[in-house]
């Protein structure tokens, strides 16, 4: 998948479960700094990020990274 689709994707899921940046760093234990570089699309986010990202938000990795999609 694109880069940027990724980091676009983890942004709205994010925005639509209602949580900020900070909150959701905070959750999975990263900064906000990696969170928004992830969010951007300037640094690709390794399967462990993504798994915390997906469980933080409730949603399976395959949908946050639509793997399944085009």
Same mark, same amino acid.
């Given at each position: 998948?694109?880069l940027?689709? %990724?980091? $676009?994707?983890?942004?709205?899921? *994010?925005? $639509?479960? +209602?949580?900020?940046?900070t %909150?959701?760093?905070?959750?999975?234990?990263?900064?906000v700094?990696v $969170?928004?570089?992830? %969010? *951007? +699309?300037? *640094?690709?986010?390794?399967?462990?990020?993504?798994?915390?990202? =997906?469980?933080?938000?409730?949603?399976?990795p %395959?949908? $946050?990274? =639509? *793997?399944?999609?085009?």
């Amino acid at each position: 998948m694109d880069l940027m689709k %990724e980091a $676009l994707r983890i942004r709205a899921f *994010r925005k $639509l479960k +209602g949580f900020t940046q900070t %909150e959701l760093a905070e959750r999975i234990g990263v900064s906000v700094s990696v $969170l928004g570089a992830v %969010e *951007r +699309g300037a *640094r690709k986010a390794d399967p462990k990020l993504v798994e915390l990202i =997906s469980k933080a938000l409730d949603i399976p990795p %395959e949908e $946050l990274l =639509s *793997r399944n999609h085009n």
